[in-house]
Each structure stands twice: as C-alpha cells, then as structure tokens.
T-cell receptor, first 114, second 114 residues
C-alpha cells in the first residue's frame, strides 16, 4: 500500500523569505501523480501545485515550485517570497494512476512571521 | 456555478445513532471521495468511487457506509459501529483521465457525537 509522510508537523518562516516543506512517499507503482494542497483557516482545500511522475521537469506555479526526486521518492515544496497569506496547513498527496486512490500526508502547519 | 455541496455543515448526534452526510456535485466528475480529518492525522480516506454503483474502501472504512446511485451524489453514513465518529469530514470529486486530475473539495461537515 502507498504511504505519504510529512515529517515536519510545523514550520515557521519570516515574511519574504523562502521555505521548503518536505514530503516522502512509498509506492511500488511507476506511474502516479503528486500534489500539494493548502488548507487555510477557512478549511477550504486549495490546490497549490501538481506533478506527473513521468515528467522529469519540476513543476512551478509562480512562487511555488517542487523538487521531485523519483528515485528517492521525495516531493518537496518550495515557497519563495513568503507572504502572510501563505499561512496554512499544507498537505502532500499521492494519486495512483492504476485505481485513482488518493492519499494524503498528515500535513505541515506553516506560520509566516511578519 | 459548479462545485461540491456538503450538508449539513454542522451535525450533532447521540451515541448509537446513525447519521448520513450529504455530498452533491454538479461538475460532471466521475470520481468522488470521502475523507476524515482529525488534528494531527491529516486527511484519511474512508471510501471512494470511480463510477456509479461501484465504490472501494479506503484506509479507514470500518464503521462507515456509502452509496453511489447517481453520478452527482455520494452520501456517507456514519454508523453506530464507528467508535470515534467526532471529526471533520471532507467530500471531494475529480474527473478521470490520463492527466494529473486534481480534487475539488466541498466545504466540509463537522460531526460531533454528544
């Protein structure tokens, strides 16, 4: 069975600085998708970024980028120029290509220090 | 506007009672998912469905039941067999294709057992 591990329950970063959130996963599949979702205090889940496992190029979305290391089964999220609105819970997620099962890590709570 | 509607937003139940959480989507999505969120536990998959009249157990299906009689609807019943049902429940949906299809989430339902 697949698992997703986020080893940092909480992190803090100074406004305008850069922070990296870690995510590792375990799977025997070769095709899959990886995601980072954000959950602000409103609890509405929002997609941050996604990555197809067959693509070697790391995904980027404005200030958000990932470091995808398929062999190491690592999928970290880098947030550049952190803003107060980035404060939220961040969840790493894995989607199976075979059966569409989607599982999440336990999350990292990110605090932005003004 | 297209989206996912979960109801009720807040629900209280006495021990020993079954309760059903509603999830309706008008996005024409194929797959639907139910997750349970507890502090420090992230999102745990309860059930998911890729097609009408078919569904699969997730990682914590015990004490829960679902049905998928219509493409738009995926209700979750929390039965009296669920030992600790107090939690925040999230419903989500997605299309199924060859791409990295993202989840669209509802606003959630908060269940409290008195």
């Amino acid at each position: 069975a697949q698992t997703v591990t986020q080893s940092q329950p909480e992190m803090s970063v100074q406004e305008a600085e850069t922070v990296t959130l870690s995510c590792t996963y375990d799977t025997s599949e070769s095709d899959y998708y990886l995601f980072w979702y954000k959950q602000p205090p409103s609890r509405q889940m929002i997609l941050v970024i996604r990555q197809e496992a067959y693509k070697q190029q790391n995904a980027t979305e404005n200030r958000f980028s990932v470091n995808f290391q398929k062999a190491a089964k690592s999928f970290s999220l880098k947030i550049s120029d952190s803003q107060l609105g980035d404060a939220a819970m961040y969840f790493c997620a894995y989607r199976s290509y075979r059966d569409d099962k989607i599982i999440f890590g336990k999350g990292t709570r990110l605090h932005i220090l003004p | 506007d297209g989206g996912i509607t979960q109801s009720p937003k807040y629900l209280f139940r006495k021990e020993g009672q079954n309760v059903t959480l509603s999830c309706e989507q008008n996005l024409n999505h194929d797959a639907m998912y139910w997750y349970r969120q507890d502090p420090g536990q992230g999102l745990r998959l309860i059930y998911y469905s890729q097609i009408v009249n078919d569904f699969q157990k997730g990682d914590i299906a015990e004490g829960y039941s679902v049905s998928r009689e219509k493409k738009e609807s995926f209700p979750l019943t929390v039965t009296s067999a669920q030992k600790n049902p107090t939690a925040f429940y999230l419903c989500a949906s997605s299309i199924i294709s060859s791409g990295a299809n993202v989840l669209t989430f509802g606003a959630g339902s908060r269940l409290t057992v008195l």
